[in-house]
């Protein structure tokens, strides 16, 4: 096998969910692939680091010419209300099922000491410096996954919230217990809207 088409399946195989077998049958797509197709997808792997940016606010993804993403940005959207949730994918499922039209905040992650993550790697207090700023009264709603990271990451959110004197300011709120894959990502759209209407108060 030729080395550039070795390499190319090895670097393939870093994307996520993509073994070696999977990463060959990518790689023998884009060796048959026009030149054009080629040119376009280079361009468009390019530009998604160079065009794109952290909203300010949420930290969702936004273009590079916005400080704001296009909900937080949005006045119709329910500005006493931010559901919390892991990564990016969360809040485009959540976003995709409908239902929901508060805003959002972005960890980053969940508390993994055992995967290297840790409390300082995730947006916490960027999320407390947007609790602290708020004139009114907020409903926190905790998305995380409902897993042992998931939890351990809402446990930290509602043990901290008291001790750093923000639980007058907060109504804290989890999604019910009906999202069984353990990945809000991999969630109907019925059982998430569910989950939401019968979200409990913590």
């Given at each position: 096998?030729?080395?550039?088409?070795?390499?190319?399946?090895?670097?393939?195989?870093?994307?996520?969910?993509?073994?070696?077998?999977?990463?060959?049958?990518?790689?023998?797509?884009?060796?048959?692939?026009?030149?054009?197709?080629?040119?376009?997808?280079?361009?468009?792997?390019?530009?998604?680091?160079?065009?794109?940016?952290?909203?300010?606010?949420?930290?969702?993804?936004?273009?590079?010419?916005?400080?704001?993403?296009?909900?937080?940005?949005?006045?119709?959207?329910?500005k006493?209300?931010?559901?919390?949730?892991?990564?990016?994918?969360?809040?485009?499922?959540?976003?995709?099922?409908?239902?929901?039209?508060?805003?959002?905040?972005?960890?980053?992650?969940?508390?993994?000491?055992?995967?290297?993550?840790?409390?300082?790697?995730?947006?916490?207090?960027?999320?407390?410096?947007r609790?602290?700023?708020?004139?009114?009264?907020?409903?926190?709603?905790?998305?995380?996954?409902?897993?042992?990271?998931?939890?351990?990451?809402?446990?930290?959110?509602?043990?901290?919230?008291?001790?750093?004197?923000?639980?007058?300011?907060?109504?804290?709120?989890?999604l019910?217990?009906?999202?069984?894959?353990?990945?809000?990502?991999?969630?109907?759209?019925?059982?998430?809207?569910?989950?939401?209407?019968?979200?409990?108060?913590?």
């Open positions: 096998m030729p080395e550039a088409l070795k390499k190319l399946i090895h670097n393939l195989n870093f994307l996520p969910g993509i073994g070696e077998k999977a990463a060959t049958k990518l790689a023998f797509f884009l060796l048959n692939s026009n030149q054009n197709y080629l040119n376009e997808l280079e361009k468009s792997i390019i530009n998604i680091k160079n065009n794109t940016s952290f909203c300010k606010e949420c930290y969702s993804i936004t273009d590079k010419t916005k400080s704001k993403c296009n909900i937080c940005n949005d006045d119709s959207r329910n006493n209300e931010i559901m919390v949730v892991e990564e990016y994918l969360d809040m485009l499922t959540i976003e995709q099922a409908g239902g929901y039209l508060g805003l959002y905040h972005i960890l980053g992650g969940a508390i993994s000491p055992i995967n290297g993550v840790f409390v300082g790697d995730l947006k916490f207090q960027e999320l407390f410096d609790i602290r700023k708020a004139d009114k009264k907020l409903e926190i709603i905790l998305a995380t996954n409902p897993n042992i990271e998931g939890e351990a990451t809402c446990s930290y959110f509602v043990e901290e919230i008291k001790k750093i004197g923000l639980k007058h300011k907060v109504k804290i709120t989890r019910s217990r009906g999202l069984s894959s353990g990945y809000i990502e991999y969630a109907d759209n019925i059982t998430l809207v569910n989950s939401l209407k019968e979200r409990k108060e913590i």
